[in-house]
């Protein structure tokens, strides 16, 4: 049973991250209209204050484990909640992030994502949408930075199992790039959907870098396995059993 006081605690932390991106996002506009530095600037200060007042008002505490990347490399992370989004953001120095196309089009986060370089991709054409996305990342290979992809192309909630999709061996293999796989839990305490906080350690952890020169299938497979058992560890210790069916549905 959810606690009520809690559930009021998080509505209003949810509250006031929405009118903390308003507020941001109005205020550095001038800044990022100039200047990618300053929509990074603007986004970099809304995760350092989602993340704290997230510590404080509904209890839940981050971490970054493993070698954050830096320079050029891909990395494939697992993606439970908006709050991998922001901790991965704020660990990282450059990033920028493969999205839904229609993503772009929403007030604040749109127009920053532009301005930081985000790329675009239409999920429903499949294969013309993969190539789309491999020519926008190429045509911003000029802008160094850390390309974030979430392998499974949506968020997963804690236990459930989706398909790892064949966008990210595309982009390791035209991109010769190292990949930096990156499990999580952060689901555990921030669902996909819902109002509902739960107090705990939400842990991002970066993994070993896997270098160019595998073959995609190899590449594949290797990279679900380690990105699902790591996850499954991490939301093990934060007491949750992905392997039970009734937590799993």
């Known amino acids: 049973m959810k606690n009520p006081v809690q559930w009021l605690r998080s509505a209003v932390f949810l509250l006031q991250m929405y009118l903390a991106m308003l507020v941001l996002g ?19 200060s809304y995760a350092r204050w989602v993340l704290w007042t997230a510590r404080w008002m509904v209890g839940i505490q981050t971490e970054v484990r493993g070698q954050v990347p830096s320079g050029e490399v891909i990395v494939a992370a697992k993606h439970q909640s908006f709050l991998d989004i922001l901790i991965i953001f704020n660990a990282v120095p450059s990033a920028r992030f493969i999205m839904k196309r229609e993503l ?85 305490f921030w669902p996909r959907k819902g109002i509902y906080r739960k107090p705990g350690l939400a842990v991002v952890e970066f993994l070993e870098p896997m270098q160019p ?34 937590q799993r549905a």
């Open 26 to 44: 109005l205020l550095f506009a001038p800044w990022a209209a100039v200047s990618p530095k300053g929509a990074r600037t603007a986004c970099k």
């Open 104 to 188: 772009m089009w929403t007030p604040v986060i749109g127009v920053y994502a532009k301005r930081l370089g985000c790329v675009p991709v239409n999920r429903g054409r499949r294969g013309s949408a993969i190539a789309k996305m491999v020519k926008d990342v190429a045509a911003q290979s000029r802008e160094p930075g850390q390309l974030i992809i979430y392998s499974q192309g949506t968020r997963v909630a804690p236990g459930a199992r989706k398909p790892y999709k064949i966008g990210t061996a595309v982009l390791y293999e035209g991109l010769s790039q190292p990949c930096v796989p990156a499990a999580t839990n952060v689901g555990v």
């Open 213 to 246: 020169g595998s073959s995609r299938d190899d590449f594949m497979a290797q990279l679900e396995m380690r990105v699902e058992s790591r996850s499954d560890d991490l939301m093990r210790e934060a007491g949750f059993d992905p392997g039970t069916a009734e």
